[in-house]
């Protein structure tokens, strides 16, 4: 295994970067700059949310976040010692991943957190791992995105009307995240959900985590959310009414992971079906 302070070319560019990647250095899509203030507790999240304008802002802030001790030492350390050996010639981006696509979209995804080699790795959810392809493969069928692969950024993917965002922004041990590690990530996405409100015409979560974080942050900014809480399944669709009272349609998909889509349990037929009624 290469040594992680050796700097090592970007798959796409060929530039040199070490990992974890430093912000504002030239990685495709890095939203911040060597300057970007760095939130290093859920109260500083919680400020810096609040003061974000727009979603860049979020972006650029989330990129450089690291208020979870557990999850920052995890991505380092994936990124530094732990890299597969398949990408071990590659960077690791090492830095959570911020939201992707549209800033102004009608659609909103909601996945559940970065993969420790794939966003981990690339610096953008869903790509670079099995999981990225198929759901970019499905949003590209529904013309969503204008191409099907995410390979790494700077591949020249985008998304039309359409942003991917996680519950937690760090890739987690065993894909399992805290209960506090979401609630702190968590005011994250009720800042973005907040700044995409108003155009927003519906929402997908992807596993019930993404589920459960889509409803939880409706209800923090004052959305009207169904009680009881609605369940999770395949399928599953609830109306939500946004703080302004216009109506944004969720619906549930199984999770594109490999568990589901390997096993059948989550088939292209199944993912198209749900995609169509966004
Ligand atoms: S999981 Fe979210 S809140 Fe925690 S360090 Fe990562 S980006 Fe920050």
Excluded: K
Aim: proline share 9%; hydrophobic share 40%; charged share 20%.
């Amino acid at each position: 295994m290469p040594d992680a302070a050796v700097p090592l070319p970007h798959p796409v560019t060929g530039q040199l970067f070490p990992s974890p990647v430093p912000p504002g250095t030239g990685w495709p899509g890095d939203p911040a700059c060597p300057s970007t203030t760095v939130a290093t507790t859920a109260e500083e999240v919680a400020a810096l949310a609040a003061a974000a304008r727009d979603v860049a802002d979020v972006d650029a802030h989330v990129s450089v976040c690291r208020a979870c001790p557990r999850l920052v030492a995890w991505r380092e350390s994936v990124a530094t010692t732990g890299r597969r050996a398949s990408f071990a010639n590659q960077p690791y981006w090492g830095r959570p991943g911020p939201g992707f696509g549209d800033a102004a979209p009608r659609v909103l995804v909601v996945g559940l957190a970065p993969a420790a080699n794939g966003t981990n790795r690339t610096g953008r959810l869903f790509t670079g791992d099995r999981s990225g392809d198929w759901i970019y493969a499905a949003l590209h069928r529904a013309g969503y995105a204008n191409q099907p692969e995410s390979v790494a950024a700077g591949d020249g993917l985008e998304l039309i009307g359409l942003r991917i965002v996680s519950a937690v922004r760090c890739a987690p041990p065993a894909n399992r995240p805290t209960p506090e590690e979401r609630r702190t990530c968590g005011q994250w996405l009720d800042r973005e959900l907040a700044l995409v409100a108003p155009g927003l015409r519906s929402m997908l979560a992807l596993g019930a985590i993404g589920w459960e974080a889509a409803l939880a942050s409706a209800r923090r900014l004052g959305w009207d959310v169904p009680r009881p809480r609605p369940r999770f399944g395949h399928g599953a669709e609830v109306l939500l009414r946004a703080a302004d009272g216009h109506r944004v349609r969720l619906l549930g998909s199984y999770h594109v992971s490999q568990q589901n889509t390997f096993t059948g349990r989550l088939t292209e037929e199944m993912l198209d079906e749900v995609v169509a009624r966004l």
